[in-house]
C-alpha cells in the first residue's frame, strides 16, 4: 500500500503490491534525483529504472555519482541482462525497455521528444510488463517525455506521480504530464522522496 506523509492531506488509495518504479527526469534532473533516490532502502526487493536526458555521444557518469549517494546498488544495465533490485540508469544513446521475460532491452530507434533514451519508451514497455503494479514518477525537464508514458502506466492500472511543476527547475515536463496522465499525485520533491522510500520496500501483508 502507498502510505502519504501527513502533508499532503489526501489520502493515497491502496494499490496493488509495488512490483517496479520508473523515474524520468530531463532539465534539472541531476539535482531533483539527488533528492529521491538516496531514499530508496539497501535491501529493497524491486527495481528502479531511471531515465534522464543525457547529451548523444556523452559518456555517463551517473552510476558513479549516484552510488555513493545511495544506499541501494546503482548499476547501468547490459543489454539482455535480466532485471533484479536495485537502481538502474538508462546507458546513453540507447532507448531502455523491459521485456517480458524481465530483462532489459536496448533500442536505437529514432528519438522520442529528441531523447534516446526517452522516458516514454521506458514509461510504456514497464506498463506493458508491470501493469498495475508499477509506479512511475515524473521530475522536472524541459521537453514532454514522459507524458505519454504515465498515461500509458495509468492505462495499465499503474500509480503516476509527478513533481508539482511549480516546484520543478523546468516545468514543461511534469505540467505535461499533469495534462496528460492525470497522475493521482503531484507533489515537492521531498515527499516523493518519501514516498518512493515507502513503496521500494511495500508488499501486501
Given at each position: 500500500?502507498?502510505?502519504?506523509?501527513?502533508?499532503?492531506?489526501?489520502?493515497?488509495?491502496r494499490v496493488p503490491a509495488v512490483k517496479a518504479v520508473c523515474i524520468g527526469a530531463?532539465?534539472?534532473?541531476?539535482?531533483?534525483?539527488?533528492?529521491?533516490?538516496?531514499?530508496?532502502?539497501?535491501?529493497?526487493?524491486?527495481?528502479?529504472?531511471?531515465?534522464?536526458?543525457?547529451?548523444?555521444?556523452?559518456?555517463?557518469?551517473?552510476?558513479?555519482?549516484?552510488?555513493?549517494?545511495?544506499?541501494?546498488?546503482?548499476?547501468?544495465?547490459?543489454?539482455?541482462?535480466?532485471?533484479?533490485?536495485?537502481?538502474?540508469?538508462?546507458?546513453?544513446?540507447?532507448?531502455?525497455?523491459?521485456?517480458?521475460?524481465?530483462?532489459?532491452?536496448?533500442?536505437?530507434?529514432?528519438?522520442?521528444?529528441?531523447?534516446?533514451?526517452?522516458?516514454?519508451?521506458?514509461?510504456?514497455?514497464?506498463?506493458?510488463?508491470?501493469?498495475?503494479?508499477?509506479?512511475?514518477?515524473?521530475?522536472?525537464?524541459?521537453?514532454?517525455?514522459?507524458?505519454?508514458?504515465?498515461?500509458?502506466?495509468?492505462?495499465?492500472?499503474?500509480?503516476?506521480?509527478?513533481?508539482?511543476?511549480?516546484?520543478?527547475?523546468?516545468?514543461?515536463?511534469?505540467?505535461?504530464?499533469?495534462?496528460?496522465?492525470?497522475?493521482?499525485?503531484?507533489?515537492?520533491?521531498?515527499?516523493?522522496?518519501?514516498?518512493?522510500?515507502?513503496?521500494?520496500?511495500?508488499?501486501?501483508?
Amino acid at each position: 500500500m502507498l502510505s502519504a506523509p501527513k502533508s499532503y492531506g489526501v489520502v493515497v488509495p491502496r494499490v496493488p503490491a509495488v512490483k517496479a518504479v520508473c523515474i524520468g527526469a530531463s532539465a534539472g534532473g541531476i539535482e531533483a534525483l539527488t533528492a529521491v533516490l538516496p531514499s530508496v532502502p539497501a535491501d529493497t526487493p524491486i527495481p528502479v529504472f531511471v531515465v534522464i536526458h543525457l547529451p548523444p555521444g556523452r559518456s555517463s557518469r551517473l552510476v558513479e555519482l549516484f552510488a555513493s549517494r545511495c544506499q541501494a546498488r546503482v548499476r547501468e544495465p547490459l543489454d539482455k541482462e535480466p532485471i533484479g533490485p536495485g537502481i538502474w540508469f538508462a546507458a546513453p544513446d540507447y532507448h531502455l525497455l523491459v521485456e517480458s521475460d524481465f530483462t532489459f532491452g536496448f533500442s536505437v530507434d529514432e528519438p522520442v521528444h529528441f531523447s534516446r533514451p526517452a522516458i516514454d519508451m521506458l514509461f510504456t514497455s514497464a506498463a506493458d510488463v508491470y501493469g498495475e503494479g508499477l509506479v512511475g514518477i515524473v521530475l522536472t525537464g524541459a521537453s514532454q517525455d514522459g507524458a505519454d508514458g504515465a498515461r500509458a502506466i495509468r492505462d495499465a492500472g499503474g500509480f503516476v506521480i509527478v513533481q508539482d511543476p511549480m516546484t520543478a527547475l523546468a516545468s514543461t515536463m511534469p505540467a505535461a504530464a499533469v495534462g496528460r496522465a492525470t497522475p493521482q499525485i503531484v507533489t515537492t520533491l521531498p515527499e516523493i522522496a518519501l514516498l518512493l522510500r515507502d513503496v521500494a520496500r511495500a508488499r501486501e501483508s
